[in-house]
């Protein structure tokens, strides 16, 4: 079931090891996010959130309910992220994810970022585009 799925994937996110999230992105997923831009390909995905969790003590996702239609599930999620620094951040969101025979094809992410310091939008832009 898609739902299945994407509670599954936010699960893994907890263990902060990518190659456990490979398993649910299409090679071609395509993943939009306000601050970070689109990335095409589980390959860019991935270095994305691999240099996430090297940049964040805490990172986690947490759906906190969702809604499936068809291959469609629309959640209400929260992000909690801590800087090594010690500022810990819950970022709510609006996930929208599109699931096709058992993995994630397409991700649109929808941050309530009134509360996010603006450094950390700045660190999501340069790690969105980093290419290590």
Do not use: C
Request: hydrophobic share 50%; glycine share 6%.
């Amino acid at each position: 079931m898609p739902g299945d799925v994407v509670q599954a994937f936010a699960g893994e996110i907890a263990s902060r090891d990518v190659r456990r999230l490979e398993s649910y992105l299409s090679e071609q997923v395509a993943a939009q996010f306000d601050i970070a831009g689109e990335l095409v390909g589980r390959t860019a995905l991935l270095g994305f959130w691999r240099r996430l969790f090297q940049s964040y003590s805490l990172f986690e996702l947490h759906i906190l309910k969702s809604v499936t239609q068809g291959e469609l599930v629309i959640a209400e999620s929260l992000y909690l992220l801590a800087a090594n620094r010690g500022l810990v951040m819950n970022v709510r969101a609006i996930n929208v994810f599109e699931v096709e025979k058992g993995v994630i094809t397409r991700w649109r992410d929808h941050a309530d970022l009134a509360e996010v310091p603006l450094a950390e939008k700045d660190r999501w832009r340069r790690l969105s585009v980093a290419r290590w």
